[in-house]
């Protein structure tokens, strides 16, 4: 059974930084491609991040360059590094577990919320 469990989320004022972590059961990080999806208040869920099983990444365009995705195999642990955070990237954050790094949305954790604001 895939579980996704993850941690991290908070307030922080515009400009500041978080990271999420997602704690994945299992060998999940070997068989699967992982990902972080969002979604806001009234808005459709996001793929923000994904990563393949080979470890090549892909980004949302609103993200780029402000959050990395990675992971550490032998912690069984993904991360979103979230920089220069602006209030539009409010929202819940999920980790998620799939067959593609474009599209990981087989397994799903619970979400932690992130709330950008002054």
């Known amino acids: 059974q895939v579980q996704l469990v993850e941690s991290g989320g908070g307030l922080v004022q515009p400009g500041g930084s978080l990271r999420l972590s997602c704690a994945a059961s299992?060998?999940?990080?070997?068989?699967?491609?992982m990902g972080w999806y969002r979604q806001g208040t009234g808005k459709e869920r996001e793929l923000v991040a994904g990563i393949a099983r080979g470890g090549s990444a892909n980004y949302a365009i609103s993200v780029q360059g402000r959050f990395t995705i990675s992971r550490d195999i032998t912690k069984n642990t993904v991360y979103l590094q979230m920089d220069s955070l602006k209030p539009e990237d409010t929202a819940v954050y999920y980790c998620?577990?799939?067959?593609?790094?474009?599209?990981?949305?087989?397994?799903w954790g619970q979400g932690t919320q992130v709330t950008v604001s002054s």
């Open positions: 998620s577990a799939g067959s593609f790094s474009w599209r990981p949305d087989d397994y």
């Open positions: 299992g060998r999940i990080l070997n068989n699967y491609a």
